[in-house]
């Protein structure tokens, strides 16, 4: 077992469901000859060949549609969106279409693909490269919403996104990509969709991310713990369908929640969140629930992005504040 990095991790998980699973074609602009962007499909067309690796025109419209005819007719495609402000022009095939596709043909069909891109700022990137959209695709019936936040989830996770018979979005936090290594078995083993992960117990608060900024919250959560708190953290990891058992089951026990995230404020899945929590879970809770975010605005060029993103020191106060209620 061998420590990788989490664009290690999705490689390591292409080429094992590709070895696998001859069906699984892999898809997008610069994904062959290049590897990719951000080199997660580096040595792909060399192992497998350009028939089942293929370098696309630079046309997302055309990536995405083609996927879903691919998917329909029996193949498992994964595409790659190069960065996530790029993936607007393919929501009228994924939502039209590929969300659609089995309700339209009552079962008859299936879109079994996989449409993945990098997310999320913090690495000075220009307009359009540090989008955190999420939300846009959350609210689509029809559509798996899946964000890893670590090499194990982002090979296992991965691993179950390609084999589910439905359409999922599998975006990956750039900015961890090659942040932490981890121990991670190239087994072939799948983790669980649509079930969050309890990363680590508490009994004051409970802090609940997803992507990147789970490494946010992990901090947070030793200063705290520092100061005599004791925090809970839940990696929701699945936010589409959302697991809100294990998170009402955790602020059963703390009475709090804060929840992070750095896509804007306003109808972002932390609202989501906060509205269940209030329906389901109100009796329960001893304070507000407290949301970190981004602002609403879009996120600023390299000189102005630090102060745009969720920091430790917003979330140990905002987690201060639940105690003071």
């Not at 936090?173 to 992960?197: I, M, S, T, W």
């Not at 972002?268 to 001893?286: C, D, K, N, P």
Request: with cysteine; glycine share 8%.
């Amino acid at each position: 077992m061998s420590e990788v990095t989490l664009v290690d991790a999705v490689n390591m998980a292409l080429a094992a469901e590709m070895a696998a699973d001859p069906s699984v074609v892999v898809l997008g602009e610069d994904v062959g000859v290049n590897g990719g962007v951000f080199r997660a499909t580096a040595g792909l067309q060399q192992r497998f060949g350009p028939q089942r690796v293929l370098d696309t025109p630079l046309s997302e419209t055309l990536i995405a549609g083609m996927s879903i005819g691919l998917a329909a007719e029996g193949l498992k495609p994964v595409a790659e969106i190069q960065f996530m402000g790029f993936v607007y022009s393919t929501m009228d095939q994924m939502i039209n279409h590929a969300a659609r596709l089995r309700n339209r043909t009552r079962g008859r069909l299936s879109c079994p693909m996989v449409l993945r891109a990098p997310f999320g700022g913090g690495i000075h990137a220009p307009e359009h490269h540090s989008e955190s959209t999420e939300a846009l695709f959350a609210h689509i019936p029809g559509l798996r919403v899946v964000i890893p936040s670590s090499p194990g989830r982002a090979y296992g996770l991965l691993l179950a996104a390609i084999r589910d018979p439905d359409p999922v979005i599998f975006l990956e936090p750039k900015r961890v990509y090659r942040l932490v290594k981890q121990e991670v078995a190239d087994n072939g083993e799948a983790l669980p969709l649509d079930v969050c992960f309890l990363l680590r117990e508490g009994t004051d608060v409970t802090l609940v991310s997803w992507g990147a900024m789970i490494h946010e919250i992990m901090t947070a959560a030793d200063q705290l713990a520092a100061s005599g708190i004791s925090a809970e953290v839940i990696d929701v990891a699945t936010i589409k369908p959302l697991d809100m058992n294990t998170i009402l089951d955790s602020v059963a026990k703390t009475g709090r929640c804060v929840i992070v995230h750095e896509a804007a404020r306003t109808c972002g899945v932390g609202a989501e969140i906060a509205a269940q929590l209030a329906e389901r879970g109100l009796m329960s809770l001893f304070a507000p629930v407290e949301r970190v975010t981004g602002y609403d605005a879009i996120i600023p060029l390299f000189n102005l992005e630090k102060e745009y993103m969720p920091s430790v020191g917003r979330i140990v106060a905002a987690v201060k504040r639940t105690l003071e209620g």
